[in-house]
């Protein structure tokens, strides 16, 4: 190992106090230098170092690759997970590979574990130009990023400034061992084409150009992050109770529109459609009349306008209304559609007097309120109706019982006999959807 070799277990020092550390282990050279400089680190004193191989089962040599995996950490006193995992056909080969990859990652973390991968400053050059020729937009250009969240965890790239020439004489220089992939040669591929074709013809050409593709990389990503603070400041004026305001989003200029919806999309786990559909949607949006619902369907996601009102849900069936239970105010707790929360306070909110039982049920039919300013009683239907509620979120919604009564729906009301009066202990109701 060279002395200008930036290579060294130095480069973990950073994981010294977390929790459990994973290494995504192909067999590849890469992953089995992370995998070497964990061990030189010291990460698997108290068991804390674990490898995990996902077997996707592409190849015909898919077994060996696990097997070789498995004798490595054998070795090396590692503990080895071995995850056979099925891709997706309809996502393509690589996508769904990725996808099914990092669904094995993020099951496995817990709070303060990190999962290292064995991406390097080659892969990221590739990932940035890969992304540029896709039309991506700043985020996209923003390539990997050294450490970001995953799952209740975090990952964490620590090779990204290292070349593969220099994990290779890293490797070199320490006899290790490891797997060529036969299908990083095959040129049908995007990703390899521009490594074996492109990418010498450029770095003959530019022999810095792994740093200045950083550098580029590192500028889109704090470009990225400020037009996720302008979309957050946006949101706080658009966003309530998880739909956005269409005449409030209207008032903005068509960028910041974009910009927000992309920002509000990915807060909430959905892909950001391609970019004409998003365009052409905000047109309809604007544009259909009062008595019209303009929606976009994309990728197992719908987004739908109701009542002067952007939602998003899933495109998937219905959410099943959940079963009825038992609940103590004061405790939260989560339901297939929501989050019911409530905090204590006074002369506000729903009264419940000791040793009443408190059920939560979903919505059956035919339920009536009796508001507190209003004369006899009102249909459920009918109040949901005026509140403007989408019609897919109604049988979702948490109706509490008081004793066998029904008390109060969601946060939406509370019955006029249930309402804590002044002086009384009351619980103020926060529904949250999911």
Known sequence: MTSSNPLSPALLDSLAESGQVWVGLSGGLDSTVLLHLAVAAGLGRQGRLHAVHVHHGLQSSADDWAAHCIRLCAEWSVPCRVERVTVAAEQGVEAGARAARYAVFESLLRTGDTLLLGHHADDQSETL???LFR???VRGLSAMAAVRPLGEGELRRPLLACSRSQLAAYAGAEDLRWLEDGSNTEARFDR????HQVMPLLHRRWPGLNRVLARAARLQRESAELLAEYADQDLAS????GALSVPALGRLSPPRQRNLLRRWLLRQGAEVPAERQLVVFLASLFQAGDDRQPRLSWGGWIMERYRGE??????????VPFQSCYWVPGESLVLPAGTLTATAATGRGLRVAAGDVVTLMPRRGGERLVLAGRDGSRSLKKLLQEAAVPPWRRSLLPLIYVDGELAA???LWVCEQFEARSGERGWQLEWCWH
Request: hydrophobic share 40%; proline share 4%.
């Open 129 to 131: 130009l890969l992304r």
């Open 135 to 137: 039309g991506a937009g």
């Open 192 to 195: 390899n084409y521009l490594r």
């Open 238 to 241: 658009v966003c309530h109770r």
């Open 310 to 319: 952007l939602y998003l849900r899933s495109s998937a069936p219905e959410a």
């Open 409 to 411: 729906v969601a946060d």
